[in-house]
């Protein structure tokens, strides 16, 4: 076969190669505030006895709406004694929320990746969180975290990435709480079209609710340049809370 059929073989085999590699997420993400509709494929995958939970962004719940969530007897009973005051003392107002939480805000996050692990560093609170991609398991005596232990695989183009470990926090930020022994998996992937980051980020807590929850994520790529800022949480802020509450 002569070089020149061999070089034309090779520039079509190129790109089919290029495709079995796992997409680089690595960048600067903010916020998608319109949202489209969840991918039907994504959403597919997700278990039974599962809800769609549209607090996404800016947006959040009224006190005694859960998106659709059921309680348990526990949950209810702690959500009924919840008083937001509570959150705005002084020892309490700068602390931060579990990824549960926390994935779903207002707030951009920058991604490193690399072929065993992901840094990922919110800039909600300052937290950073490690998604191993080695295999590993966690150790015995690992401690629960607001990040939690998080390990991850690719499906095609998809990022999995399974968490627990997880410390105890609200799910809704309205009197909604999940005990240290929920799970969550999500799966992330580019969405050829309009570039941006788009997620799944499914929960399980049999202990506070009765059936599972997901959100629908999106997040827009921003130029290299910009970074996450530091959050700078001010505990002074409660009684500025305190006083206007007077």
Not at 40 to 66: I, K, S, W
Not at 128 to 156: I, Y
Not at 196 to 206: G, I, K
Request: proline share 9%; glycine share 8%; charged share 20%.
């Amino acid at each position: 076969m002569s070089r020149r059929w061999l070089l034309a073989l090779a520039l079509i085999a190129a790109p089919a190669a290029a495709q079995d590699f796992p997409p680089d997420l690595s960048g600067y993400w903010g916020p998608v505030f319109d949202l489209g509709q969840p991918d039907p494929a994504m959403m597919a995958q997700l278990p039974g006895n599962t809800v769609l939970v549209e607090d996404t962004g800016v947006a959040e719940f009224p006190r005694g709406e859960y998106g659709g969530l059921v309680l348990t007897a526990e949950a209810e009973a702690r959500a009924q004694a919840w008083r937001p005051e509570d959150e705005m003392a002084l020892d309490r107002v700068c602390l931060p929320p579990s990824v549960i939480y926390a994935l779903q805000g207002p707030f951009p996050f920058e991604i490193v990746q690399t072929p065993t692990l992901i840094v990922i560093r919110y800039e909600y609170f300052d937290q950073t969180r490690l998604v191993f991609l080695d295999g590993r398991q966690a150790d015995e005596g690992v401690p629960h975290t607001k990040m939690g232990f998080s390990v991850g695989h690719w499906e095609g183009d998809e990022l999995v990435v399974e968490t627990d470990h997880i410390a105890a926090s609200t799910i809704t930020n309205n009197g909604l709480f999940h005990s240290d022994d929920v799970r969550m998996v999500e799966r992330y992937r580019i969405d050829p079209a309009s570039g941006r980051l788009v997620a799944t980020q499914w929960f399980s807590d049999p202990q506070m609710i009765a059936n599972n929850g997901v959100r629908w994520i999106e997040w827009d790529p921003h130029p290299a340049e910009e970074h996450v800022y530091p959050y700078e949480c001010d505990p002074s802020f409660a009684l500025e809370y305190a006083e206007g509450a007077q």
